[in-house]
């Protein structure tokens, strides 16, 4: 356990002698032991001992002290109105947050004010906008096996420790009340899903592995006891009647009910659960009762659904096509494909749309439903701006109705609430002539609320203070009790705005004025010249330097009546907006309805926006019956984020069917083979999101899965380099593609010697023709394995057409049919300023003009592929090399052989080895 947390050493050794509120704090310490306790003292949330000093150094903040009979303690505090701009900074840290709220009024107890736990702050469940990304989800996670235990590990396929067991992620987003189910036998799909949604926190089942999760992913350590599935079904039935009828599997209703549990836990109050400790052997403790819970009202649907009806995209996909962060570490924010495609007006829609790349569709009807949507705004220039113009005006509505629903909402909030329902009309009259059937849905689903929208009308002010218990926030008329209260209170200050000129008149003093400030109510101040002239009836309050303050019997009677009355009348008002509130909480489920139906129809305007302003074209979306190979037609195809970073972009073709299905690319760096490869991918992943693309035009058979092994990068904390990783990634594909799968392969076996990179890439290359059919784009360095076009029947070679002009690379970034004639290695290296020393070198090796002392090194590695893959033996003596076994020393082959070199992936050794090996030719 971490020393800051937990009740302080030196205050549990003197509890009993503690004073009222520093046992208060230890207490809640000792409950809430594994989050750092803030406790209200009047206007600050403080923290004691070994916290203080902790939130001090991290906050930097000034570390004080408070001293009591029992000695002296560290202090530090932080500004309760600015509360959430410091408890981000503790989160980041790594700490849970325990807010221990004053739950009494100061002037309305005796003794000590009561403080109560009323929220639990961690990464996976905020709710405060302040700390949420407000176009994205931010959820939790719990994983659970479906007997509580761990299966037998697999054994020999490199996969996640896992068996034949089933395995469960539920998902939810607190803030929104996105509530997610799914499970699965394999370990790694179940790792699959956890990277499409990212989650910040998650919980996990006895023995359920860690390996799941992302290392960035906070795991908090929760009481076993609540994935129990007895317990799990029993909550969750409180929620969603008997959880069998939502589940289908044992793991997902522990996981699911284990969830809840956490929410309820995390939202505080009296019967929160005590929290744990960072050490997992002692987690929380569930209170015993579950109608002791908090239940979340808010929380109201609880989907169930299946990854195999969604294309799948693991964590390497996600990073390399670029959806949601760019790949370079400097790289611009926008540079992603949901940052060229998000042009939603609202928070809702783009939580959609990133949901819908997340996700993208597999069924053709489901794509087709959507395409038609987007066709018809894209067409109808004047609808889908009005609507964009529309949608801006739309509040957060699914945050908006959780804050009601959990009683966190202000005044504010439900005149926002208001503000939207306003807007409703208007969107749906733009969409009363829609054609096609997903618009004439969203038309019917957009329900304006009318009667929430009136009583919100009726009831709350126009423009209510943020603080509900300080009055003006009820509107005149909506409740007579308060009005009769207003109204005494404002005649009585009328009686009091009259006195001074009464008073003036009476006594004679023409300098005599009537004040009020907080400590002495309202009186009469005199100047000490005339003193003399206050009546006998005058009762004196307060003396100052130069004059003194006075008091009435009548004006006592009318400030204690003023007093009175406002303070019923707060009392009244907010009495009034919390019911008002809860009026408004038990319409959850049709304001989320709404809410889900403007996030839609946003994220549809949204694509229709991109594919207006970028030129995109509907794609067809062929072979509904799924029974034949896949078929990806592509004329002229751009890739999306780059062409909106570049002055010009060049389009290209793609072509693949069952006779084309495995592209060999060949050509130099920085010609567009990896921006071809992921425009291909990216164009794929956009029609099956709904989306228009950029082409000219594009025939697309919905793919299962995108498979990618682009990039060079390595896991130094896991011990593993470059090769080693790509390595892993590859036994992926391997293992997991099928017929159905799309895989972008970039420079296979370039993290070794030249014979195992180029056997490694070719035994690959021809396992993933002969056994995995998979539509595969394979670019690489390795010019030989464009030989294996004509062994594989499917295969075929495509290389970037390129120009060597004056020592210099022109980049034509075009693909065409064929090989590439070489790799412009040092072409390259000069462009990008590599020392002409360098260079020159370079081109003595290739001109064959280096010395024989520099030619020793590797060419047994060379040798030992051309034996193994050619069945020819060139270190034999007399045994015929590769340029010459068809006749002779022909010095064209010679010259192709060196075009054909890799300049730019050989080692200085390698590269003085395939000299030696020229030159021998030669001689031979």
């Known amino acids: 356990m971490d020393p800051a947390l937990g009740p302080p050493e030196e205050m549990a050794e003197k509890r009993d002698e503690l004073t009222p509120m520093m046992r208060q704090y230890h207490d809640l310490c000792a409950r809430y032991d594994d989050a750092l306790v803030l406790f209200q003292v009047g206007d600050f949330y403080e923290t004691f001992c070994g916290a203080a000093e902790r939130t001090a150094r991290l906050l930097e903040i000034t570390l004080t002290s408070r001293e009591d009979s029992t000695g002296e303690y560290p202090m530090s505090g932080i500004p309760i109105d600015n509360a959430e701009s410091y408890i981000e900074t503790l989160l980041e840290a790594g700490y849970r947050v325990a807010v221990a709220d004053q739950v ?56 996640r420790t896992g068996g034949t067991e089933t395995l469960a992620l539920a998902l939810l987003d607190v803030s929104t009340g996105d509530f997610l189910a799914t499970s699965s036998r394999s370990p790694d799909a179940i ?28 795991v908090t350590p929760f009481d076993a006891a609540a994935f129990d599935r007895e317990r799990a079904a029993s ?94 570490v400097h790289g611009r924010d926008d540079a992603t494909l949901v940052g060229v495609l998000d042009e939603t007006a609202s928070a809702l829609g783009g939580r959609t749309l990133r949901d819908w ?15 038609d949507a987007v066709e018809e705004l894209t067409g109808a220039v004047q609808t889908r701006e009005e609507l964009h113009d529309h949608l801006r005006d739309v509040y957060d509505l699914e945050r908006l109705i959780g804050r009601i629903s959990r009683e966190r909402a202000n005044a504010r909030d439900l005149r926002s609430l208001r503000a939207t329902l306003a807007v409703v009309p208007e969107i749906r009259q733009r969409l009363v002539d829609a054609d096609c059937d997903r618009l004439q849905r969203l038309h019917d689903e957009l329900d304006p609320l009318v ?32 009005d009769e209260l207003r109204a005494t209170a404002r005649d009585g200050k009328q009686w009091i705005e009259d006195l001074e000129e009464r008073e003036r008149e009476r006594t004679g003093i023409d300098s005599l004025k009537v004040g009020y400030n907080s400590v002495h109510g309202y009186y009469i ?83 229709a926006t991109a594919a207006a302003e970028y030129d995109y074209c509907r794609p067809e979306i062929t072979d509904t019956d799924r029974r034949s190979g896949l078929e990806i037609d592509i004329e002229g195809g751009r890739h999306p984020v ?44 956009l029609a099956q999101v709904g989306s228009f693309v950029p082409a000219q035009s594009a025939r697309i058979t919905p793919v299962d899965r995108i498979f990618t092994r682009v990039g060079a990068s390595d896991d130094i904390a896991g011990g593993r380099s470059t090769f080693m990783v790509e390595m892993d990634e590859l036994a992926t594909i391997l293992r997991e593609a099928d017929e159905r799968s799309l895989v972008l392969l970039d420079e296979v076996g370039r993290g070794t010697s030249t014979a195992d990179g180029l056997a490694i890439a070719r035994a690959i290359t021809e396992h993933v023709h002969d056994e995995v059919g998979a ?47 070489g790799s412009y290695g040092i072409e390259v290296a000069t462009a990008a300023g590599v020392p002409e020393t360098v260079v020159e070198r370079s081109r003595e090796l290739v001109d064959g003009t280096a010395s024989a002392a520099d030619t020793t090194g590797t060419a047994r590695d060379i040798d030992e592929f051309e034996r193994v893959h050619t069945g020819r033996d060139p270190a034999a003596a007399g045994g015929p090399s590769p340029a010459t076994a068809d006749g002779g020393d022909d010095p064209t082959d010679i010259a192709a052989e060196l075009r054909a070199l890799d300049l730019g992936h050989l080692t200085p050794v390698e590269a003085l080895t395939e000299l030696d090996r020229l030159k021998r030719m030669l001689e031979e």
Do not use: W
């Not at 790349?357 to 395409?371: K, M, Q, T």
């Open 104 to 159: 009494e009024e100061p002037g309305e107890t005796s003794g000590v004010v009561d403080r109560a736990v009323t929220r639990v702050i961690t990464p996976g469940t905020l709710t405060e906008d302040e700390l949420l990304a407000s176009d994205d989800n931010n959820f939790v996670a719990a994983v659970a096996h479906g007997n509580g235990e761990s299966p037998a590990p697999r054994v020999g396929d490199g996969s």
């Open 191 to 218: 790792a699959d899903e956890v990277s499409r949604f990212d989650p910040a926190e998650a919980v996990l089942g006895p023995n359920a592995p860690r390996d799941v999760l992302p290392e960035e992913c906070m």
């Open 235 to 328: 909550l969750l039935s409180r929620y969603y009647g008997h959880p069998d009828a939502l589940l289908a599997e044992d793991a997902e209703i522990r996981a699911c009910g284990a969830l809840l549990a956490y929410a309820e836990y995390v939202r505080g109050g009296e019967h929160a659960a005590s929290a744990g400790s960072d050490d997992e052997a002692a987690p929380v403790t569930e209170p015993a009762d579950p109608d002791e819970r908090s239940r979340l009202e808010y929380l109201t649907h609880l989907t169930r659904y299946d990854p195999r009806e969604y294309l799948l995209l693991d964590a390497v996909a996600l990073r390399s096509l670029e959806l949601f962060e760019p790949r370079a």
């Open 357 to 371: 790349l997340r996700r993208p569709l597999l069924e053709p009807d489901r794509i087709e439903s959507r395409l």
């Open 451 to 482: 009667d929430v929208r009136e009583a919100i009308d009726e009831a709350i002010v126009e423009n209510p203070p943020i603080e509900i218990t300080e009055g003006d926030i009820i509107a005149d008329g909506y409740d007579d009790g308060l």
């Open 525 to 607: 101040e005199v100047t000490n010249p005339n003193l003399e002239s206050v009546p006998d009836d005058y009762e004196r309050r307060q003396t100052l330097k130069n004059s003194e303050r006075f008091v009435t019997p009548e004006l006592k009677r009318r400030e204690d009546e003023i007093v009175g009355a406002e303070e019923r009348a707060d009392e009244r008002e907010y009495d009034l907006f919390c019911e008002v509130r809860r009026d408004v909480a038990d319409e959850v489920e049709r304001v989320q309805a709404l809410a889900n139906a403007v996030a839609t129809l946003d994220a549809v305007v949204a694509l």
């Open 642 to 685: 780059v062409e909106r970073t570049q002055e010009s972009f060049v389009p290209n073709d793609a072509r693949f069917d069952d006779g084309r299905r495995l592209a060999i690319i060949t050509g130099p760096n920085m010609s567009g083979k990896s921006t071809y490869m992921r425009q291909v991918a990216q164009i794929v992943l």
């Open 775 to 821: 539509t595969t784009l394979f670019a690489t360095h390795h010019h030989p394995l464009t030989e294996l076009a004509d062994d594989l029947q499917a295969a075929f070679p495509l290389h970037f057409e390129v120009e060597g002009v004056d020592d210099e690379v022109v980049f034509h970034h075009e693909i065409a049919s064929g090989a590439a004639t």
